[in-house]
């Protein structure tokens, strides 16, 4: 995000709900010369703002502080097409089986793209019982490691994190497990059907 609220989303969403800049204004206690002034980029609104202005044009805080407007037109999810997240700063593992706009220490995130796994990243699952055992021959330093491994069925997503100088491997229930995904922190996600 390069500005802090673009008065070109506030315009844009609140035309296609056919309210005026004084309907805005009125809505948000301001004058509709402010509302002009965001909407022309002489301006912007006050932080206190952000909230109601993103609950009049029906829409998330995140959706307007990015300028994206999400509209979710996968309203029967398939867990099979979930996407994960991963925070550059913190490492946090974040999921979403629909179209998101997600944010961790104050970065947007990208869904990560998983590629068929590499010699180097490859992994062997047995069973044992009812559980798939699965392990990566990956490094495990501060430098270079497995951060989580996941199994993903129709139904749900099971995630084991990872850490550095442990071991890379993780066990799962075989219940309906159709694909595995794990994540490099140097190369990236990768994933493999079962």
Not at 12 to 31: D, F, M, P, Y
Request: glycine share 6%; net charge neutral.
């Amino acid at each position: 995000m390069n500005q802090y609220v673009t008065g070109a989303i506030i315009k844009k969403l609140r035309e296609e709900r056919k309210i005026t800049q004084l309907e805005l204004a009125e809505a948000l206690n301001v004058s509709d010369k402010a509302v002009s002034k965001w909407e022309t980029g002489r301006g912007y609104p006050d932080i206190t703002l952000i909230e109601p202005i993103a609950k009049t044009l029906g829409i998330s805080v995140m959706e307007l502080l990015s300028g994206d407007n999400i509209i979710n037109s996968n309203r029967s999810f398939n867990m099979l097409r979930v996407k994960f997240y991963v925070c550059p700063i913190c490492g946090n593992i974040i999921t979403a089986t629909g179209e998101s706009v997600i944010s961790c220490c104050g970065v947007t995130l990208p869904p990560l793209e998983a590629e068929i796994p590499d010699d180097r990243h490859s992994i062997k699952r047995e069973k044992a019982e009812d559980e798939y055992y699965v392990t990566l021959e990956h490094e495990m330093t501060k430098e270079h490691y497995i951060s989580f491994i996941a199994a993903i069925s129709d139904n749900g997503v099971q995630i084991v994190k990872l850490y550095p100088e442990s071991n890379a491997e993780a066990r799962f229930k075989i219940n309906r497990t159709k694909v595995f995904c794990y994540y490099c922190n140097r190369h990236g996600l990768f994933r493999m059907t079962r």
